[in-house]
């Protein structure tokens, strides 16, 4: 089946250390990316990618990271700079259209400092 | 910059009530879309409805209806004969053509539903 797997779905980490989420998605989709959710809160945009080895910082990118080596995937390091990583990341993906196209989801990875 | 304000942090209804979900947003573009997209406990936001900024027209589907108002920049999401199984956190979002392509949403607060049968 198409669509987005989003790995680890828990993964805890000790303060200092940096540490990886993966996703992958199967859809073909040109854009990718990623977002931040807290409890009570929207989700905020880390980093988004519109194309293989571009990819552009969103309104939150301080301590993150990220790559795009190959279309499928979109790996996103929280460095050990991002003074507040707890919390539910998730991934998504598009068409790249342009705004008029529905973003699809991964189920998500809960990062928790330890 | 953009903003979607989604005032109701959560709603309870009793089973079979209709309910109603707000959503302002805010955008100085003339071209824009606007979304919902529905999180249950799962955790993966499921794509709702898509609606762009030059079509006014109501949508029903099933028992979910949306009322889009340019006039007072509302987006707002109407379940009628709730079901338990609506009981999730419902998201607003908007897109705005910024030249580039697609270049992600913003997002409103969330709703968190309630339906108590």
Redesign the interface.
């Known amino acids: 089946d198409g669509g987005i797997t989003q790995s680890p779905k828990y993964l805890f980490r000790k303060e200092g250390q940096n540490v990886t989420l993966s996703c992958e998605q199967n859809l073909n989709h ?2 990718m ?1 990623w ?1 931040r959710q807290d409890p ?6 880390i980093y ?1 990618s ?1 194309i293989v080895n571009d990819f ?1 910082k ?1 309104d939150i990118a301080e301590g993150y990271s990220v790559s795009r080596e190959k279309k499928e995937s979109f790996p996103l390091t929280v460095t050990s700079a991002q003074k507040n990583p707890t919390a ?1 990341y ?1 991934c ?1 993906s ?15 990875t ?1 990062l928790t400092v330890v | 910059a953009q903003k ?1 304000t ?1 005032a109701q ?1 959560e709603i309870s209804v009793v089973e079979k009530e209709d309910v109603t979900l707000d959503c302002v947003y805010e955008t100085r573009d003339t ?3 606007l ?1 919902w ?1 529905k999180q249950p406990p ?6 709702l409805i ?1 609606r ?1 900024s030059f079509d006014e027209q109501n949508e029903i589907s099933g028992r979910y209806s949306w009322n889009f108002q340019k006039s007072t920049s509302s987006f707002n999401f109407t379940i009628t004969a709730s079901q338990v199984v609506d009981s999730a956190v419902y ?1 607003c ?1 908007l ?3 910024s030249g ?11 709703t968190h539903l309630i339906i108590q049968p």
């Open positions: 040109d854009a990316y977002y009570g809160q929207g989700l905020r945009l988004y519109q552009q969103g539910f998730l998504a598009s068409i790249f259209q342009g705004m008029n196209t529905e973003a699809f989801f991964g189920q998500g809960r | 979607v989604q942090t071209t824009y879309y979304f997209y799962s955790g993966e936001l499921v794509f898509r762009n998201f979002a897109s705005v053509y580039g392509g697609a270049d992600g949403l913003t997002f409103g607060k969330g």
